[in-house]
């Protein structure tokens, strides 16, 4: 396991490339399976759940090579339906190859994705809205069994604006016969992402991005080269890291529009953006103020910036209140900034934060993917040497974190445990 060892305390200043979006590209890598041949998708970011993917589509009989931020796909000779408990159990989004094999194959068995520190994670929406598409869902030990003949369009409500749930099933529904109706679906651009790419495919969908999504299937589709969007939490991450260290990072190849709520958010707390030609410029304040956020489904304040607004909120001006609404522990990364002197209640799904002038250096330790990028932002505002162990978390979500922060200044390291 590898760890950084950070010394903080210094302002950070230059520029960072975003790579593409992790959370677009694994819907997207899985819709390969719905049509026959070579996909080539790019700007795909080179992180290992992007390969624990690659190596669940290779299980199924796909061919999948990365190279180059590059991934080629030939699903010519899928011939397996089984997605196993061994791979699945390590990235959850696996779950997301289970409405392409009903849809193109009429079977899939994939293993339940277990929970995971953030929470319990379910996929009973997936469940219930393959089966109202008439598929013959059965739970064995531990297995998802589906069978299904042609999926029928139909009208499903969800219960919650689910991403991969919203992305599972307007996947089986371009090749089900019929009309299909997703209602209060998931809007965050990495769904409209996967449409993007499906329509490219020759899916006829309309309202990816509003909470109603309508898919017309077809009966075939056919394989796609596709360019997958930049990780707007990535960006968000380098401008939280910007407003905690008084810094000064133009952040380059973002999508700005998927970042309105974020960007809103950290003006309130003092940081000021700038567009400049190749990217927008982001200026941390000397202290940043307190404001209160509350998590919501896209377009609100993202789950996945949480952990990092909260950090910069352990060293703002006055006292904040963050309210969790998505997911119900995902509060993990407080113990480990409390160790670093921030003063944090939590109760319930709310954190009430009382800025502290400045944090201080101590080991900490990764509990999931965006708490490691909340413990390294306030590393790298604290005096002194942090180290944050358990890196492999970070490597879920992060590509080359360490040299982009470097790039701009950083005196972060590195090393095996
Ligand atoms: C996606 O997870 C993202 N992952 C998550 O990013 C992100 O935090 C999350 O959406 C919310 O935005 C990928 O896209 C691969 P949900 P997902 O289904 O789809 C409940 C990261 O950091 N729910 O939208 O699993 C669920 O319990 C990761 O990159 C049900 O009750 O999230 C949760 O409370 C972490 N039943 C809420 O909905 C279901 O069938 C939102 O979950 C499905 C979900």
């Known amino acids: 396991m590898d760890k950084l060892i950070i010394h903080g305390g210094k302002r950070l200043k230059g520029g960072v490339d975003i790579s593409g979006a992790k959370n677009a590209a694994l819907p997207i890598i899985a819709a390969s399976l719905l049509a026959s041949g070579y996909c080539t998708i790019s700007n795909v970011p080179n992180l290992k759940d992007i ?7 290779a299980n199924l009989g796909a061919g999948f090579h990365y190279e180059d931020r590059k991934a080629i796909i030939n699903t010519e000779k899928v ?16 779950i997301l190859v289970l409405g392409p094999l009903i849809a193109r194959f009429g079977r899939a068995k994939v293993s339940l994705p277990g929970g ?29 069994v589906a069978k299904g003949k042609r999926l029928k369009g139909t009208s499903i409500y969800l219960d919650v604006p689910t991403v991969t749930g919203t992305e599972n099933l307007m996947m089986a529904a371009s090749l089900a016969k019929g009309r299909t109706l997703l209602e209060n679906a998931a809007r965050e651009p990495e769904v409209v992402d996967l449409a993007n790419a499906l329509i490219s495919m020759g899916a006829r969908i309309k309202g990816a991005g509003e909470s109603v999504i309508e898919i017309e ?3 075939e589709l056919k394989p796609v080269n596709y360019s997958i969007i930049p990780d707007r939490i990535e960006a968000g991450t380098f401008m939280a890291i910007a407003g905690i260290t008084e810094g000064d990072i133009i952040i ?20 000021v953006f700038e567009h400049v030609s190749d990217g927008i410029r982001v200026i941390g304040p000397s202290r940043p103020k307190a404001a209160d956020v509350k998590t919501m489904p896209y377009p609100g304040f993202p789950t996945d910036m949480q952990a990092q607004f909260m950090a910069i909120m352990s060293i703002a001006d006055g006292t904040s209140i963050i309210k969790e609404t998505i997911f119900e522990n995902r509060f993990m990364h407080v113990a480990e900034l409390r160790r670093m002197g921030a003063d944090i209640i ?10 502290i002038s400045k944090l201080k250096a101590a080991p900490l330790m990764a509990t999931d993917l965006r708490a490691s990028a909340s413990l390294i932002a306030a590393a790298l505002a604290a005096k002194g040497e ?3 162990h358990r890196l492999y978390h970070l490597d879920r979500g992060y590509e080359n974190m360490e040299e982009k922060l470097v790039k701009i200044g950083a005196d972060v390291k590195r090393v095996k445990e």
């Open 346 to 355: 939590v109760e319930g799904g709310t954190a009430t934060v009382k800025g």
């Open 386 to 388: 942090t180290t944050v």
């Open 116 to 144: 995971c520190a953030i929470g319990a994670r379910p996929i009973n929406l997936h469940l219930i809205g393959l089966e109202k598409m008439g598929a013959d869902i059965k739970l064995e030990s531990g297995y998802v």
């Open 51 to 57: 390969m624990t993917m690659g190596r669940l589509l």
């Open 217 to 219: 299937g077809v009966d």
């Open 79 to 94: 011939k397996i339906f089984e997605a196993p408990y061994d791979l699945v159990r390590t990235m959850r989004a696996s």
């Open 252 to 271: 380059k190849r973002c999508r700005l529009d998927h970042l309105d709520a974020s960007m809103m958010k950290l003006k309130e707390v003092g940081l």
